[in-house]
C-alpha cells in the first residue's frame, strides 16, 4: 500500500550538464498522502513548489529535485518513512509533515542524521520546545500560539470565566494551556477544563455539563470530523447563543461546508485568514487558483509556500552550497520571510514569530477581523538553544 | 449536581445507549445466531451514514426526496447488500475457524474504506436534520435538546419493539432461534437453513445501515467512523451476552449510562470506565449477562 513517488526533475539533469558547481538540492517530502490528511499533504506540496516555480525553477541559483514518501500519518512507520527519504534517497533537506506524531519521528531521525527539516505543520509544542535542535524548523505554528492569542482577545471582550474544552491528547492540552495562561494573566478563571478520549464524538454530555457551569465563554481545540460535530452539537445544544465559542483556527478551516450555519459567527485565531487582503496575499492566492484550480488556497499551501522561502533564505546564504550546514542554518534561523500571512521572524528554537489573527466565520470564509495579538513568539519552554 | 442537570444527563445516556443498541443488535444476531465474527460489521454502519449523505440529492431528484425516503432507501439497499455478501463471502465461513473469519471481514473492511474513499473521497460532510425535525426542546435555563435526538429514540425503541416481537412471536423468528441452536436439525426438518442465514445476515446489515443513516445528521460522516462504533459495539454484544437481544439491549443502556458519566464525573479516566465495567462483568458473568 505504500505510495513512493519519485520525481526527477528534467532540469536537474541540464544544470549538471552545464557544469554548475554542485549537483541539485535534493528535497524530500515526507508527507500524508493517503487517509484523512491527504489533502493537507497536497496542499503543502503545491505550495512548495508554487514558491520554486514562481523563482524560475531555481532556489538560489540551484535546480531542486524532489522526492517523495507516504508518511500515511501513521507515527509508527515515522522513523522508516523519514529514513527512506534521509538514507536511500539522500535528501539534502527534509519537509514535512502534518501529524505531530510523525513530525516527532521525523524530528529524531533528523537530527539523528544532521539533516535539515523544516515542518510545515504539525503544530506540537515540544518540537520546538524541550525537542528543539539547531537542525528543525517549522513554517507554521506551535499549539500554543492559537490558543493564547484566542485567551487574549476572551479578556479583552470582557469575559471573566471560562470553560476549555478538547479531546485528551497532547494537541489539546497545549492549545487550552495557551488560553488558559493569557486569559488568566489578564484576571480572568478558567473554571474547568473538559476532556474527552479521542477520537470518541459523543460531546453531548459535556455539553450539559457546560450548561450547567455557564461560563462567559468556551475555548475549545478539535479539528476534522471531531469539529464538524462539535460545532453542530454546540449549536443545536443552544448553548451558541447564550455561551460563545472561541476556538483554535482548526475548528472552522476546510470544515465550514459541513458546519454549515453552525459555524457562522464563530470566531477563531489562526496564523492565517481569508481576506487579509495584502497585495502579497492576492498575489499569492491569485498565482495558487492559476496553478491548482481544484484545490482553494489555505494555511495548508501557504505553510508549504514559506517552507520554500525559508529553504531559500538559507540557500542564498551559502550560495547553494547545502553542505555547508551551519551557515544555512543560522541564516535560515535570522531570516525575515516575506510570507502571504504577512511577514515573519523565526525565534532561536525556529517556530515563525507571527502575527495572530482573529477570524470570523462569514458564510464559507474565515474572515479576518483584527490583529489578536502581534508578534506572538513561542515561549520555547524546555528548548536549551 | 442540579436535579434538571442529571436529568438531562440520564437523557443524554439513554439516547447514546439506544443508538448503541440498534448497531449492536445486527452485531449480535450474526455473532450469536450465525456464529461468524464480524469485524466488517462498523462498515455498514458507515456505509449507512454514507449513502444517506450520498443518496438524499438523487432521492430528491427521483424520487420526490424527503428524509425517511432516504433512509428507506437506504434500509432496502443495504438489505440486498447483505443478502449478496453472505452468497458470495460469508455463506463459506460458517465451518471455518475463527481466524479466517476475522481475517476476511478484516479485509472487507479495507476494501469497503477504499471504495468510501474513492467513491464519495475524504472529506468530512454534513448531513442537514430534515426540516420538520429541526426545532428543539427547552431543557432548563441555558441548555436546549434537539427534537431530532428525541427523534432517533423513537426510532430505536419501535426498531427493539419490532426486532423482540419477530424472535420470540413469529414463524421466522421461531425458525431463527431454531437454527441456531441445531442447524442439521432444522434443515432436516424441511428448512432451507441456508436461505434463512441469508435473510438473517441482511436483517443485521440493514440494521446497522439503518443506525448510521438515522444519525448521520447528528455525527456528520467522515472516514473511519465505522471503525470506531464497531469496538464499542463489541463490548455491547459481549456484556450482554453473546446473540442476545435482551442482553444487548440492556448492556447498551448501561454502557450508555457509564460512558456519559464517567466523561461528568470521572474525566481522566473516561476512556477506560466502559472497558472496566465489561471486565468487571465477566468477571462474575464470563458469558455475559444473558447467556444465549
Known amino acids: 500500500m505504500k505510495k513512493i513517488f519519485t520525481h526527477t526533475a528534467l532540469a536537474a539533469a541540464l544544470a549538471l550538464s552545464a557544469g554548475s558547481a554542485f549537483a541539485a538540492v535534493k528535497v524530500g517530502f515526507m508527507l500524508p498522502y493517503s487517509g484523512t490528511y491527504a489533502k493537507l499533504g497536497e496542499a503543502i506540496e503545491n505550495g512548495f513548489k508554487l514558491y520554486v516555480q514562481e523563482q524560475g525553477g531555481k532556489l538560489a541559483g540551484q535546480e531542486v529535485q524532489y522526492f517523495k514518501v507516504d508518511d500515511e500519518s501513521n507515527p509508527s512507520k515515522g522513523p522508516e518513512n523519514a529514513n527512506r527519504l534521509i538514507k536511500r534517497d539522500g535528501v539534502d533537506i527534509l519537509v514535512g509533515t502534518v501529524h505531530s506524531g510523525v513530525a516527532m519521528a521525523l524530528a529524531k531521525a533528523a537530527n539523528d542524521s544532521d539533516t535539515t527539516l523544516i515542518i510545515p505543520n504539525a503544530g506540537a509544542d515540544a518540537i520546538t520546545g524541550p525537542l528543539c535542535s539547531k537542525n528543525v524548523f517549522r513554517s507554521s505554528f506551535s499549539n500554543w500560539q492559537p490558543g493564547y492569542a484566542m485567551g487574549a482577545v476572551a479578556a479583552e471582550n470582557g469575559d471573566k470565566t471560562a470553560v476549555t474544552i478538547s479531546w485528551n491528547y497532547a494537541a489539546g492540552k497545549e492549545s487550552t494551556d495557551g488560553f488558559k495562561e493569557s486569559f488568566e494573566k489578564a484576571g480572568g478563571k478558567v473554571i474547568k477544563h473538559l476532556t474527552l478520549p479521542f477520537p470518541n464524538v459523543e460531546f453531548q454530555p459535556l455539553l450539559t455539563e457546560i450548561a450547567s457551569l455557564k461560563p462567559d465563554a468556551v475555548y475549545t481545540f478539535f479539528a476534522g470530523g471531531g469539529a464538524v460535530k462539535f460545532v453542530q452539537d454546540y449549536a443545536a445544544a443552544g448553548l451558541k447563543d447564550s455561551i460563545p465559542l472561541y476556538g483554535a483556527g482548526f475548528l472552522t478551516d476546510g470544515t465550514l461546508e459541513a458546519q454549515g450555519a453552525s459555524a457562522q459567527g464563530l470566531q477563531t485565531t489562526l496564523h492565517y ?57 543560522d541564516a535560515i534561523r535570522s531570516a525575515k520571510i516575506d510570507s502571504p500571512r504577512g511577514e515573519f521572524t523565526l525565534s532561536k528554537a525556529g517556530n515563525p514569530v507571527q502575527d495572530m489573527y482573529l477570524r470570523k466565520v462569514e458564510g464559507d470564509k474565515n474572515q479576518f477581523v483584527k490583529i489578536a495579538v502581534e508578534k506572538l513568539a513561542d515561549p520555547a519552554r524546555g528548548c536549551k538553544l | 449536581m442540579d436535579p434538571a442537570i442529571l436529568l438531562i444527563q440520564c437523557l443524554n445516556a439513554v439516547q447514546y445507549g439506544l443508538l448503541l443498541f440498534l448497531v449492536a443488535s445486527g452485531l449480535t444476531l450474526i455473532f450469536g445466531i450465525m456464529g461468524i465474527i464480524n469485524l466488517a460489521h462498523g462498515s455498514f454502519y458507515m456505509i449507512g451514514a454514507y449513502m444517506a449523505f450520498a443518496l438524499q440529492p438523487l432521492v430528491a431528484q ?107 412471536r413469529t414463524r421466522l423468528g421461531m425458525m431463527i432461534r431454531a437454527g441456531a441452536s441445531n442447524r442439521e436439525m432444522i434443515n432436516s426438518l424441511g428448512i432451507d437453513i441456508n436461505r434463512l442465514f441469508r435473510i438473517v445476515f441482511a436483517i443485521g446489515v440493514a440494521l446497522a445501515a439503518l443506525a448510521g443513516a438515522i444519525a448521520a445528521p447528528v455525527s456528520s460522516v467522515y472516514p473511519g467512523m465505522g471503525n470506531a462504533v464497531l469496538i464499542i459495539c463489541f463490548v455491547v454484544v459481549v456484556i450482554g451476552g453473546i446473540g442476545s437481544i435482551k442482553g444487548a439491549f440492556l448492556a447498551a443502556m448501561l454502557v450508555g449510562f457509564v460512558d456519559t458519566f464517567g466523561q461528568v464525573f470521572f474525566p481522566a479516566a473516561a476512556g477506560v470506565m466502559v472497558y472496566l465495567l465489561m471486565a468487571a462483568i465477566l468477571l462474575f458473568k464470563p458469558e455475559g449477562l444473558f447467556k444465549h
Open chain 1, 273 to 329: 485568514a481569508d481576506g487579509l487582503d495584502t497585495p502579497r496575499d492576492n498575489k499569492f492566492r491569485e498565482d495558487y487558483i492559476k496553478n491548482f484550480p481544484q484545490l482553494p488556497p489555505d494555511v495548508y499551501a501557504v505553510q508549504g509556500y514559506d517552507a520554500a522561502q525559508m529553504l531559500e533564505a538559507g540557500l542564498k546564504a551559502v550560495d547553494g552550497d547545502v553542505s555547508k550546514k551551519d551557515a544555512m542554518r
Open chain 2, 62 to 168: 427521483y424520487l420526490g426526496g424527503g428524509f425517511v425516503l432516504t433512509v428507506l432507501v437506504c434500509v432496502v439497499l443495504a438489505t440486498v447488500l447483505g443478502y449478496f455478501l453472505e452468497w458470495a463471502f460469508y455463506s463459506y465461513l460458517y465451518t471455518r475457524e475463527h481466524l479466517q473469519q476475522v481475517l476476511m471481514t478484516y479485509g472487507l473492511i479495507l476494501v469497503f474504506e477504499e471504495l468510501r474513499s474513492i467513491i464519495v473521497g475524504n472529506d468530512v460532510h454534513g448531513v442537514p436534520v430534515p426540516s420538520w425535525l429541526a426545532g428543539s426542546v427547552r431543557l432548563g435555563d441555558v441548555m436546549t435538546y434537539p427534537v431530532y435526538r428525541l427523534f432517533i429514540s423513537l426510532v430505536c425503541i419501535l426498531v427493539a419493539a419490532l426486532m423482540f416481537w419477530v424472535l420470540t
